[in-house]
């Protein structure tokens, strides 16, 4: 139902099975939800498919948010590919904040959320902090760097001047 809603097409449109399901799916559906168990601290992992006929199409945090809101759950998602194990974490209440998301290298299938920005509910042994990466993303300028210029002669004669 939450996908009908948020995607705004007909519950027979819509189709919601286990990964590992084959036999019982609606392969009409134009909205799909496979799921998956996981083990440690993330407890399902969904995988949400619309096809292009779908005209309305919310943005992945339109969506986490929607979900998280109406299973009254933290939903996590990418947050930037240049960091993989941080994500977002979409709140109950509306809100947002980053967590790190590790997996462990012994091949376990079980996540493990390590530190997040704010407090997730459900998660109240969670440490948190500030991320270094949520400061590295930010794509700012540095307006007097950005505007030095060498003009004429070399630094050691004098020559540098600031625009």
Not at 37 to 45: A, H, I, K, M, N
Not at 70 to 94: E, K, N
Request: with cysteine; charged share 25%.
């Amino acid at each position: 139902m939450i996908l009908a809603e948020v995607f705004r097409v007909a519950l027979e449109q819509t189709d919601v099975s286990a990964d590992s399901e084959w036999e019982d799916r609606n392969w009409d559906a134009v909205v799909t939800c496979e799921y998956e168990r996981l083990q440690g601290d993330l407890d399902w992992s969904f995988s949400i498919y619309a096809a292009n006929e779908v005209e309305l199409r919310p943005t992945e945090a339109e969506l986490a948010s929607s979900v998280a809101q109406r299973l009254s759950a933290p939903v996590f998602t990418s947050w930037d590919g240049r960091f993989p194990w941080v994500r977002r974490a979409a709140l109950p209440d509306g809100s947002f904040t980053l967590a790190r998301v590790l997996q462990p290298e012994d091949d376990s299938p079980a996540y493990v959320i390590d530190a997040a920005e704010s407090r997730i509910p459900g998660l109240p042994n969670v440490p948190v902090m500030q991320f270094p990466e949520s400061v590295h993303a930010c794509d700012s300028h540095t307006p007097i760097t950005d505007s030095m210029r060498c003009t004429g002669a070399s630094p050691s004669d004098g020559g540098l001047t600031l625009n």
